[in-house]
C-alpha cells in the first residue's frame, strides 16, 4: 500500500531560523509526493509536488521540498521561517487518485 | 480555498438525523472528493467522484451518501448510521485526468459538524 509518514508531531523553531518538516515514504513505483498547508478551521492549501525530474521542487509561499529516493524521504524546507508559517503540514502521497495523507506535522514559530 | 464552496461552516445536529454537507465548485474540475478530518489522524477519503453519476467509496464510506448529479455540485449527507460523526468535512476537487496521480487536488473551506 502507498503511505507517507510524518515522524514528528510538532516542529518548533525561531523566526528568522531554517525550518524543516520532514516526510518518508512507501511507494511502490513512482511515487508523486505533495505538500498541503493548513492554517486553523480552514482548508488545505497546496504547496508544491513532486511527480519527475529535478529533485528540489520549489513552491509557495518561499518552500521547497526535496525528494532523495535513497532515503524515501520528500522533507520540506524554508530557509527562513516567519511567524506566519505556523500551521499545520502535511505531506501526501497520490494513488489512483487518491490522496494517502501523513497524520500532520503543528509548525510553530515563535518570534 | 478559491474556487470551492462548502456551505454551512458550522452544523450542529441531533443524534438520529441525517444531514447533507454542500460542495460547489466553478474550476470546472471533474473530480471531486469528500474527507473526514478528526485530530491527530489526518484526512480520510469517504467518498470520491470522477465523472457526473459516478461515484466510488473511499476508506471511511459506511455511513455517509452522495451524489453527483452536476459536474459542480457533490453533496455529503451523513446518514443517522454513522456512529460518530463529529468532525471537520473538507471537500476537494481535482482536474480529473483518469487514473492521474499527478493531479493536484484543490481544498474547500470546510465544514465543522458536531453532533449534539
Known amino acids: 500500500a502507498q503511505s507517507v509518514a510524518q515522524p514528528e508531531d510538532q516542529v518548533n523553531v525561531a523566526e528568522g531560523n531554517p525550518l524543516t518538516v520532514k516526510c518518508t515514504y512507501s511507494v511502490s513505483g513512482n511515487p508523486y509526493l505533495f505538500w498541503y498547508v493548513q492554517y486553523p478551521n480552514r482548508g488545505l492549501q497546496f504547496l508544491l509536488k513532486?511527480?519527475?525530474?529535478?529533485?528540489l521542487v520549489k513552491g509557495s509561499y518561499g518552500f521547497e521540498a526535496e525528494f532523495n529516493k535513497s532515503q524515501t524521504s520528500f522533507h520540506l524546507k524554508k530557509p527562513s521561517a516567519l511567524v506566519s508559517d505556523s500551521a499545520l503540514y502535511f505531506c501526501?502521497?497520490?494513488?489512483?487518485?487518491?490522496?494517502?495523507f501523513g497524520a500532520g506535522t503543528q509548525v510553530v514559530v515563535t518570534p | 480555498d478559491g474556487g470551492i464552496t462548502q456551505s454551512p461552516k458550522y452544523l450542529f445536529r441531533k443524534e438520529g438525523q441525517n444531514v447533507t454537507l454542500s460542495c460547489e465548485q466553478n474550476?470546472?474540475?471533474?473530480?471531486m472528493y469528500w474527507y473526514r478530518q478528526d485530530p491527530g489522524q489526518g484526512l480520510r477519503l469517504i467518498y470520491y467522484?470522477?465523472?457526473?453519476?459516478?461515484?466510488q467509496k473511499g476508506d471511511i464510506a459506511e455511513g455517509y451518501s452522495v451524489s453527483r448529479e452536476k459536474k459542480e455540485s457533490f453533496p455529503l449527507t451523513v446518514t443517522s448510521a454513522q456512529k460518530n460523526p463529529t468532525a471537520f468535512y473538507l471537500c476537494?476537487?481535482?482536474?480529473?485526468?483518469?487514473?492521474?496521480?499527478?493531479?493536484?487536488?484543490?481544498f474547500g473551506p470546510g465544514t465543522r459538524l458536531t453532533v449534539l
Open positions: 474550476l470546472n474540475h471533474d473530480a
Open positions: 513532486y511527480i519527475t525530474g529535478d529533485n
Open positions: 467522484s470522477q465523472i457526473v453519476n459516478d461515484f
Open positions: 476537494a476537487s481535482s482536474i480529473g485526468s483518469p487514473g492521474s496521480d499527478t493531479d493536484t487536488q484543490y
Open positions: 501526501a502521497t497520490n494513488s489512483w487518485g487518491k490522496l494517502q
